[in-house]
């Protein structure tokens, strides 16, 4: 069945950097675009980044362009989501999900019924 894992989260300190994977199974990974979201406690999911299934297109959500980079390793079944520059405001759980397309539009990074499997999660917690 499809399954994604999130791992990689944890407790770092404003101006720290993580990074975050999502392993994926149970279906061809380079089939299939990747987003990001994340839901901070109160608050609704919001979408944070994704990322076309051959990895040449990716979109940011403003709070986090140019200190989050996503990434994918389809040999690897994996996608990345490196974190720099981590604020307060970035802890959240963060969860990845598979989109129902190949391809990342700015859409997605809004949208969460363009996403047909979730994964459970990973906590990030930013604070000194």
């Known amino acids: 069945q499809v399954q994604l894992v999130e791992s990689g989260g944890g407790l770092v300190q404003p101006g720290g950097s993580l990074r975050l994977s999502c392993a994926a199974s149970g279906f061809t990974l380079a089939y299939y675009a990747i987003g990001w979201f994340r839901q901070a406690p109160g608050k609704e999911r919001e979408g944070v980044s994704c990322?076309?299934?051959?990895?040449?297109?990716?979109y940011y959500v403003d709070p986090v362009q140019g200190r989050f980079t996503i990434s994918r390793d389809n040999a690897k079944n994996t996608v990345y989501l490196q974190m720099n520059s981590l604020k307060s405001e970035d802890t959240a759980v963060y969860y990845c999900?598979?989109?129902?397309?190949?391809?990342?539009?700015?859409?997605?990074?809004?949208?969460?019924?363009?996403?047909?499997?979730w994964g459970q999660g990973t906590q990030v917690t930013v604070s000194s």
């Open positions: 990322i076309s299934s051959s990895g040449d297109s990716t």
């Open positions: 999900a598979r989109a129902r397309s190949l391809f990342c539009s700015r859409a997605h990074v809004q949208l969460r019924a363009l996403y047909d499997y």
